[in-house]
T-cell receptor, first 115, second 117 residues
Framework: GAGVSQSPSNKVTEKGKDVELRCDPI?????LYWYRQSLGQGLEFLIY????????KSGLPSDRFSAERTGGSVSTLTIQRTQQEDSAVYLC?????????????FGPGTRLTVL | GENVEQHPSTLSVQEGDSAVIKCTYS??????FPWYKQELGKGPQLIID?????GEKKDQRIAVTLNKTAKHFSLHITETQPEDSAVYFC????????????????FGSGTRLSIRP
């Protein structure tokens, strides 16, 4: 079956522009996560959606970052007024919840470059 | 919140030898500890996991051990092969009251494993 997909795969933008990154989770997965991975670094948690509950936004680095998840499926991560330090790979993952399985399935990521 | 530390950051072993990666976590209530493998240009993929009611789990050449008292867990890869070269991440899942599975997973900083031919 289809895995987690992300678009675009690569995004180059100019400093100060807004960008939107999209994640399509696996059908039936109620949990969705966004992570940021800077070059050669680990996975930095950004935000977590679980069903209809309020999202856990505790990892968002600034108010320039926001995310939404429409209809419990597709999610969009928006970065406003991009800065060069926002350059990284943004990874999305989805999983079941309610005790079925904790395994997170990751998408291939979106590589964001801010010039 | 949970904090996960991982060592070493890089590891080079001779093909056929064993590799060990170690992690510590801070929240004694964490109850799920997965290990992910990330190959170049791809997203991480789960290779093995362990829950807090188990001390060791093995899957072919890969094993994970958990010491709840010390809050340590380790990944062991035996008879390493070239295809084991990748970045490996440990992680721990926060435990929240009233949310059996609805809690985030915190990742370690990763270990770049290289297998020398």
């Amino acid at each position: 079956g289809a895995g987690v997909s992300q678009s675009p795969s690569n995004k180059v933008t100019e400093k100060g522009k807004d960008v939107e990154l999209r994640c399509d989770p696996i059908s039936g997965h109620t949990a969705l996560y966004w992570y940021r991975q800077s070059l050669g670094q680990g996975l930095e948690f950004l935000i977590y959606f679980q069903g209809n509950s309020a999202p856990d936004k505790s990892g968002l680095p600034s108010d320039r970052f926001s995310a939404e998840r429409t209809g419990g499926s597709v999610s969009t991560l928006t970065i406003q007024r991009t800065q060069q330090e926002d350059s990284a790979v943004y990874l999305c993952a989805s999983s079941f919840t309610s005790g079925r399985s904790d395994e997170q399935f990751f998408g291939p990521g979106t590589r964001l470059t801010v010039l | 919140g949970e904090n996960v530390e991982q060592h070493p950051s890089t590891l080079s072993v001779q093909e056929g030898d064993s590799a060990v990666i170690k992690c510590t976590y801070s929240d004694s209530a964490s109850n799920y500890f997965p290990w992910y493998k990330q190959e170049l240009g791809k997203g991480p993929q789960l290779i093995i996991d362990i829950r807090s009611n188990v001390g060791e789990k093995k899957d072919q050449r890969i094993a994970v051990t958990l010491n709840k008292t010390a809050k340590h867990f380790s990944l062991h890869i035996t008879e390493t092969q070239p295809e084991d070269s990748a970045v490996y991440f440990c992680a721990a899942k926060e435990a929240r009251m009233g949310y059996s599975s609805a809690s985030k997973i915190i990742f370690g900083s990763g270990t770049r494993l290289s297998i020398r031919p």
